[in-house]
């Protein structure tokens, strides 16, 4: 009991890592930790890890509600051979990602290692503010299957070179069974795969004010599945829409550039 109570009276609701820092240190502002890896460990539960200046801080896996801000300058994750971010996390944790970068190691297609940039299994929701997310070789943001809805959400992101080796089970996002994602003013480009696709029934995708271009094929809607976008520009990808058995609902305010030819059309495309 007394050994437990002194793990629990370690965590502080706000820890730091820094470039310079250790992850034998309290991870306090003065004695900064090295990785989020380390920090997570030593914030407690709702708390907050912040940057103290740019750095690549490692590969996490975060399993409680928490906010990661490197709002202090270019920080974030560069991995290979792995996931970047997980989210394993109970049905009622919230987290918060903001002003990160999310890199695959590698360069351009058959050379990337890193798996997914974010993949999400479980949470109650998660949020991406200004997060750049480029270079893996399957999804940039994956929401895995689940019998809850996951609600996850993107402002103002950046999802760049991801499913570079094309894997039919992947997109730069995607979307598994009941997941609800929203996306607002964000770019989704240079992916040879789908920009996003569903997996099983029931999940949402919602994309405004957002630019999809020079992926394979930009709105995937498989069966049982639904996308809505409005106020988008799509622009040299394979195609805008491709509907199997899915629904997708577009506005009158998507032009579209240079794209191919519609996909399939055994779901239903509704313009208002």
């Known amino acids: ?10 965590q502080a609701t706000r820890t730091w890592v820094s ?20 920090a997570i460990s030593k914030t407690a539960n709702g708390g907050e890890i912040d940057c103290l200046d740019p750095g690549g801080f490692g590969a996490v896996t975060i399993t409680k509600s928490i906010t990661i801000d490197c709002d202090s300058g270019a920080g974030g994750v560069l991995a290979g051979g792995t996931n970047g971010i997980n989210v394993v996390a109970t049905a009622s944790d919230i987290i918060v990602l903001r002003n990160l970068t999310v890199n695959g190691a590698g360069n351009g297609v058959n050379n990337i290692t890193g798996i997914n940039g974010i993949n999400v ?30 609600v996850v959400y993107a ?25 609800k994602v ?7 480009a240079m ?22 271009a020079s992926v394979g ?33 577009t506005g009158s305010d998507n032009p579209g550039f240079g794209n191919g030819p519609a996909g399939p059309t055994t779901g239903a495309v509704t313009k208002n």
């Open 19 to 38: 470039g310079v820092g250790d992850d034998v240190n309290p991870c306090s502002r003065t004695a900064p930790c090295k990785t989020f890896a380390g």
């Open 217 to 249: 094929n930009a709105l995937q809607s498989s069966a049982g599945n639904f996308i809505g976008a409005s106020g988008n520009t799509f622009a040299n990808n394979g195609a805008i829409f491709v509907q199997n058995g899915g629904q997708i609902f």
């Open 121 to 150: 299994t479980s949470a109650k929701a998660v949020g991406l503010e200004d997060v750049v997310i480029n270079n893996w070789s399957q999804s940039c943001l994956t929401v895995s299957d689940t019998s809850s809805a996951v």
């Open 182 to 188: 929203t996306i607002t003013r964000s770019l989704i």
């Open 1 to 10: 009991m007394l050994a437990f109570s002194s793990i629990a009276s370690a």
């Open 155 to 179: 402002d103002d992101s950046k999802f760049i070179n991801c499913n570079a080796s094309n894997n039919g089970g992947a997109a730069a996002v995607f979307a598994g069974q009941n997941a």
């Open 191 to 212: 992916s040879p795969g789908p920009g996003i696709a569903q997996g099983s029934t029931g999940s949402q995708v919602f994309i405004t004010g957002s630019t999809i």
